[in-house]
């Protein structure tokens, strides 16, 4: 056999016969050159880097991964917590649950505008507008156990919604209380309130088309007699404020009025202010008659001589006109023991007093009239009333239970609570 092994470097003296060693023998590795210690900058510690240090990070090759206990639990958890409830409830679903049928029924609270029977009476009253509360009290009134009530005494609920035997979960108990009735009554039917436009829509499921229909039917025709229930009471209670203010309105009147004429009967004129334009023109008229008398006076003093006898009889006429003068002012002034204190002032000042009140007295009688016309007239009519823009509906076909959401619900459940139970496990076995 011919010598395979290649030659040996030049000048080497070891040479190794091709016999001594076989041809497929693997050639020994050359041990690694020991490289020398790596100094850190700055450390007082060297790190040194040898093949027995090297060698356990040389890892081998990789192993299949076995099953251990831990796994067969985890799929066993996940079998019992999500699969057989997602089994379970689509068997229900599918084969259990009785078809629900839904009836719908949308309606809104009216009122009628007032503005034309205001501007009949003068326009001195005016009708308020639709307010919120009425259908807020329909959205609350709709889920409050009095309409459960009225609607169980017409339609036996607990017999309509009881009726399939064979489903537990979604039809009614017999034997519960009236809370429960209400609760499942929440349940059946939906009402959906858009606060913005005022508007009430009401959704009721029943096991048949007829039953469905029938609820909301009864739903809107107990909405109505609500809605004029509150329509009459306030027409009552308006026409009894009404009346009230009128009678109120009257009496202050006939007070007003009275003391009107008790003013005239006791100081004897039935305007003090004319009086008084009287008296002044009385006054001014005698001031011009003494403005002459003196002006003759003075003349005859100067033209004639002091024995004359037209000059006492001048003195004695200016004396009359000045003392009646007097008298006229006297009258402006106490005018006797019922005058009052400031004299014709006074009097005058007292009497705009009395008309005032007077005067203010009928203005609100007139009101209050007014305000009673127009609550009378708002009592004789429906001011208030239900508008039902969607008439209750006859269902064709069965819509619920929706049964892929409550099977897709039952999933992610049952899901997101067996992954936080595994996540749980597995944090408390790592701390360990």
Known sequence: ????????????????????????????????????????????????????????????????????????????????????PVLVSAWYLWTRAADQYASITAFSVSRQDGAAAAAALGGLARFSGSGPADTDI????????????????????????????????????????????????NRMVSVRYDATTRLIEVRALAFAPADAQAVTTAILARS????????????????????????????????????????????????PGMELAAQSGVIATLQQELTGARVRLDMLRTTTVATDRRLPQAERRVAVIEAQIAAERDKLGQGGDDAAPDGYAGLVAEFERLGIERQFAEEAYLAARVAFEVAQANAGRQGRYLAAHILPTLPQSARYPARGTYLALVAGFALALWSIAALLFYALRDRR
Request: aromatic letters at 6%; a positive charge.
């Open 138 to 185: 329909l959205d609350q009134y709709i889920r409050s156990q009095q309409l459960v009530g009225e609607v169980d005494a017409r339609l036996d609920l607990r017999a309509m919604w009881s009726r399939p035997s064979g489903d537990p979960v979604f039809a009614l108990a017999r034997s519960g209380s009236v809370e429960d009735l209400v609760d499942y009554w």
């Open 1 to 84: 056999m011919s010598d395979l092994s290649p030659p040996g470097p030049a000048g080497s003296t070891d040479a190794v016969p091709a016999r001594a060693r076989s041809a497929f023998a693997p050639v020994p590795a050359m041990p690694p050159a020991r490289r020398p210690p790596a100094t850190i900058a700055g450390a007082s510690t060297q790190l040194v880097t040898t093949p027995r240090q090297i060698a356990p990070a040389i890892a081998g090759p990789a192993t299949a991964s076995r099953m251990r206990p831990r796994h067969l639990w985890l799929i066993a958890s996940f079998a019992v917590a999500v699969v057989v």
């Open 224 to 271: 109505t007699d609500m809605i004029n229930r509150l329509n009459d009471g306030a027409s009552a209670d308006g026409l009894r404020f009404a009346q009230g203010e009128l009678d109120r309105a009257a009496a202050a009147l006939a007070t007003a009025r009275a003391d009107v004429t008790r003013f005239r009967n006791r100081y004897q004129m039935v305007d």
